[in-house]
């Protein structure tokens, strides 16, 4: 009689959500089919994520981390994991729905996470934020904080320029912003005795704060024209590619780029891919409206440029219309072929290390 062979069991591998918070990371293990193993509650510094990972491995094979706000909360946990090996894959919010019919509770969120990596719900692997690219994105951030305070001040001075009493006004209401700001940083408001010299006050104040900001922004520029081109000198050779778009598209492919698949999921992230919006016999399809919206807007920026002065652009562009597309619709096919030629860029380069900045 034949010897009946029992089926053996799989071998256990474990997937973790996690659900990121400012002081507390809240996490779930669960098996490959979904069973709940353990939680844990560790707190958002070192020795709390390394208690974490010894936790997560008493289970097993850990094969993956799904991670709720790799980009703010959880930025340490997902570099810590990174260097230490792990795969981690970057888990977007449940939308308002799901959370109104499954309920919002840490556990569950962390549930979410490691469920949706189980189900291929979420595949992107997080960005690594340890090289050059992560440089140049605080220091974009840094930048687009005081350019936004700068506007507000300009705004502001003008504000007060109308509300002057009116020999004050009427010397400086036809003045530019850019003089304004000279003329009243260098004057002598003198005693605040009435509203003239309180306003006075007021406008050199301002005119001050603007010429610091100015001076910040000069100086945060100089970083980024020297990082961009030493990360990315194949990119910033492209027509049309200055160190200003080069520098968002950088950013929004991470220090990691391997993590995308395909010129396609990199088009997808920046808002480029075509969406299929046919209807019965007519075949169309329209612009994408999701994505990374600042890099659609460098691969906007980029594809006018070389409807301006490159003559292969040119030519594809008047045959297109000939075709009968429109400019919008010329516009979206190219901003899909520049994305395809930033990924080939992206992937073929080779990040230089970190670059200290000088004190």
């Known amino acids: 009689m034949a010897r009946k062979i029992m089926p053996q069991p799989e071998p256990l591998y ?12 809240v996490a779930r293990a669960k098996d490959q089919v979904g069973r709940l193993l353990g939680e844990l509650t560790v707190p958002a510094e070192t020795t709390g994520y390394r208690k ?13 981390w799904g991670i709720e706000g790799t980009g703010s909360y959880g930025a340490g946990l997902s570099r810590y994991l990174r260097e230490h090996g792990e795969e981690v894959i970057e888990v977007i919010r449940p939308n308002r729905k799901e959370r ?3 309920g919002k509770s840490d556990p569950a969120d962390a549930d979410a996470a490691a469920m949706a990596v189980l189900s291929g719900k979420a595949k992107a692997r997080a960005k690594a934020g340890d090289g050059t690219v992560e440089m140049i994105r605080v220091l974009r951030v ?21 509300t002057a009493p009116a020999p ?3 010397s400086l209401h036809t003045v530019s912003t850019i ?3 000279s003329i009243c940083a260098r004057s002598r408001p003198g005693q605040m005795s009435d509203v003239t010299s309180a306003t006075k ?18 100086a945060l520029e ?3 024209n020297r990082l961009v081109p030493k990360a990315a000198p194949e990119l910033i050779a492209r027509f049309g590619v200055g160190p200003e778009t080069a520098g968002q598209l950088l950013v929004t492919a991470g220090d990691n780029p391997d993590r995308l698949d395909s010129d396609a999921s990199f088009s997808m992230l920046c808002g480029s891919s075509p969406l299929d919006a046919s209807s019965g016999k007519q075949k169309h399809h329209r612009l994408n409206r999701g994505g990374d919206r600042h890099a659609n807007s460098a691969l906007y920026h980029i594809v006018i440029c070389r409807m301006r002065h490159d003559p292969r652009t040119k030519q594809y562009v008047a045959k297109r219309t000939a075709e009968g597309k429109t400019t919008k619709e010329i516009i979206r096919c190219l901003k899909r072929y520049v994305a395809r030629e930033i990924y080939g860029v992206l992937k073929n380069m080779q990040h230089a290390p970190a670059v200290t900045t000088a004190a």
């Open 222 to 224: 100089r970083e980024l």
């Open 100 to 102: 109104r019919d499954n």
């Open 52 to 64: 974490l990972q010894a936790w997560a491995h008493r289970f097993g094979e850990v094969d993956s």
């Open 14 to 25: 474990v997937v973790m959500g996690v659900d990121t918070h400012k002081d507390l990371h």
């Open 142 to 162: 840094a930048r687009a904080s005081a350019i936004k305070a700068r506007t507000q001040t300009a705004n502001v001075l003008q504000a007060l320029v109308v």
């Open 201 to 218: 006050s007021a406008l050199r104040s301002l005119a001050v704060r603007y010429e610091h900001l100015d001076a910040e922004i000069a």
């Open 179 to 181: 003089n304004l700001v």
């Open 168 to 170: 004050l006004r009427e």
